[in-house]
């Protein structure tokens, strides 16, 4: 039996409905293995199956009277998916005729058909590929040719003047016209060139109130808005200033109050720096030392919302203030006897105080800049506690006549009395 089927050797594609995983086929093939089976997904993604994992061929018991049989999937495919099926008999002549040999005609024909589906299988690719026409290009360019699809979607190769621009926009078409890159920003409204500064920053040169920066590609003047990220080789002197291109600048930053002030910067801070058309703004600040508020200049807030300890929210400035540990200024220790007082701001009587020793020299254990908890007071032979003073506005603790304070060794934890010259003092507090 000869092949007789002319058409191409595919079925489908055949759309998937959540329900059916059989597929048939017409084309004549020799083993299971020759028939190719594809999976195109929601996303447009063509996948090429596996035989008996993805799917099971049962072949029709005489491919001569009626070739194919049917592609069992071992999974429903969804809607929205396609399944599609054609052969892959590979491109080989496996019939072998010797003299004196035995004449099988079904050989015979087997190893025909094989030629005629190889030719088939190439048809089918080759009608999916857009061709030049029979007479060539004649005097055209390789350049004037673009390959596509037309209305039924049978690939082509056109001419690119005799394509129509109906579809593109007017503006689109301008811009399509354009033949410089500063003509295409002009039309977009792009006021300078992309940074090409992802995961990177310009880093400054000049002096400590001088800076200069030359991002890539080059800003020659910067306008209202530019942005960068800059990281600063020097700490800032005083009142410092950056020039981008020919704009010089100050460099300022926002307080609590969102005033712009002079701004500080520390050595290797990396920041993003925005023009407003006047200063450049350091959008990172460092944190400031403002008063007696160590953490957060709290002044200028009216209200912030939080849960305080006993779960409720609140919106009130003074509850929040409490919320936080507040420091006072570091103050030289007073004289035996003396009294050491410090102003607060929160309008209430502080509902936690605590006196803090900060190490000026050497002592104890510790070294300049520590922090050590006093226990209480000593004069050789007995001890006395810590009493502290409070109210709306300010907080104190007097030193006992006679009485030096004491503290816990770092290193050994042993009890020692700390000399005033080598401590300064502050309170915390909320």
């Known amino acids: 039996m000869t092949v007789q089927n002319t058409s191409i050797r595919k079925a489908g594609p055949s759309q998937g409905n959540g329900t059916n995983a059989a597929f048939p086929f017409t084309f004549k093939v020799f083993l299971s293995s020759d028939v190719l089976v594809t999976y195109l997904n929601a996303l447009g993604v063509e996948l090429v199956l596996t035989l008996n994992t993805d799917y099971a061929v049962t ?45 099988y005609p079904q050989s015979i024909n087997d190893a025909l058909d094989r030629v005629v589906i190889q030719v ?49 926009s007017t503006f689109m078409s301008g811009l399509l016209g354009l033949t410089s890159a500063t003509a295409v920003k ?6 300078s ?20 920066a030359a991002p ?32 010089t600048a100050a460099l300022q930053q926002y307080d609590a109050t969102g005033t712009l002030v002079v701004a500080a910067l520390g050595l290797n801070q990396l920041t993003d720096v925005e023009y407003n058309g006047v200063v450049y703004i350091v959008l990172n600040p460092l944190l400031q030392t403002a008063g007696d508020v160590r953490y957060a200049k709290l002044a200028g807030l009216s209200t912030q919302k939080f849960s305080v300890a006993d779960g409720t929210a609140t919106n009130d400035a003074v509850n929040f203030q409490q919320a936080i540990a507040l420091r006072t200024a570091n103050t030289a220790m007073p004289a035996l006897g003396g009294l050491f007082t410090a102003t607060h701001s929160l309008g209430v009587v502080p509902s936690f105080v605590q006196l ?3 190490c000026l020299g050497v ?16 004069n050789g032979t ?47 507090y909320r």
């Open 59 to 103: 072949l029709n018991a005489d491919q001569n009277a009626a070739p194919g049989g049917t592609v069992n999937l071992l999974w429903i495919p969804a809607s929205g998916t396609y399944i599609t099926l054609t052969s892959q008999v590979t491109n080989t002549q496996n019939l072998l005729l010797t003299n004196s040999g035995g004449f």
């Open 216 to 247: 890539s590609p080059n800003i020659t003047t910067p306008v209202a808005n530019t942005r960068l990220r800059v990281k600063f080789h020097l700490a800032s002197g005083v009142i410092p200033t950056l020039t981008i291109g020919t704009v």
């Open 382 to 428: 007995s001890n006395a506690a810590i009493y502290i003073a409070k109210n709306t506005t300010s907080m104190s603790y007097q030193l006992t006549p006679g009485y030096a304070i004491f503290t816990g060794n770092k290193t050994n934890g042993a009890s020692f009395s700390i000399t005033s010259v080598n401590w300064n003092y502050r309170f915390v």
């Open 186 to 191: 002009t039309a977009l409204s792009v006021q």
């Open 120 to 168: 088939q299988q190439l048809a089918e690719q080759v009608a999916r590929a857009a061709k030049a026409p029979l007479s060539g290009i004649g005097s055209l360019t390789p350049s004037s040719l673009v390959f596509g699809v037309d209305v039924t979607g049978t690939p082509i190769l056109s001419q690119l003047a005799s394509i129509s621009l109906s579809a593109v």
């Open 356 to 358: 803090e020793c900060v």
């Open 363 to 378: 002592e104890g254990g510790y070294s300049i800049g520590d922090v050590a908890i006093p226990y209480g007071f000593w």
């Open 193 to 212: 060139d992309l940074q090409t500064q992802a995961n990177t920053a310009v880093l400054t040169t000049g002096t400590a109130t001088a800076y200069s």
